[in-house]
């Protein structure tokens, strides 16, 4: 069965924790069920399987093997020889980018929260535009990205932001 020789290849090839945060996500997402329909190299380079899967388990990753969910899924990237800094990573920040409106940061109150929250959301920009990804296909995802900084632009001088 694919499953269990590519877990065994895994158990082998990476860490404790890598392997113990694979297990686990196949866990979580199949629950017993059949995963012969699925590639499992599709599904452990999806960053966002990490978000939803692991988000039980993170304190056994953080506390225990003093790791981080990026860093099992570095590791998980390169056991199937893909870069971790990819479409799936990219996809999974800009839909975390998308969902979050900088007009909102105008409303808070307190002048130091609202400035770290704007620089925050800044430097997230600033992290997916030095992605590797987004370099390589920045004429097609350039419009995704300035829609959210205009708004951070708009915000940044309504808090007199520089």
């Known amino acids: 069965m694919e499953l269990e020789s590519t877990l065994k290849d895994i158990e082998k090839k990476c860490s404790k924790v890598a392997y113990l945060c694979a297990v686990h996500m196949i866990d979580e ?29 993170i304190n056994v990753i953080y506390n225990k093997f003093d790791s981080s969910k990026e860093e099992v899924y570095n590791e998980i990237c390169n056991f199937f020889e893909e870069t971790p800094d990819n479409k799936y990573l990219f996809l999974f920040r800009l839909k975390k980018l998308s969902n979050q409106n900088p007009l909102s940061y105008i ?3 307190d002048e130091d929260i609202r400035a770290s929250s704007i620089l925050k959301l800044e430097n997230k920009i600033n992290i997916i535009e030095s992605s590797t990804y987004y370099k390589e296909n920045v004429k097609e995802l350039t419009e995704d990205i300035i829609k959210i900084k205009k708004s951070l632009e708009v915000v940044k001088t309504v808090a007199g932001i520089k």
């Open 29 to 57: 997402k199949f629950k017993n069920k059949d995963i012969e329909d699925i590639s499992l190299k599709v599904f452990f380079i999806d960053y966002e399987n990490y978000e939803i899967f692991l988000n039980d388990y």
């Open 107 to 109: 409303n808070i109150e």
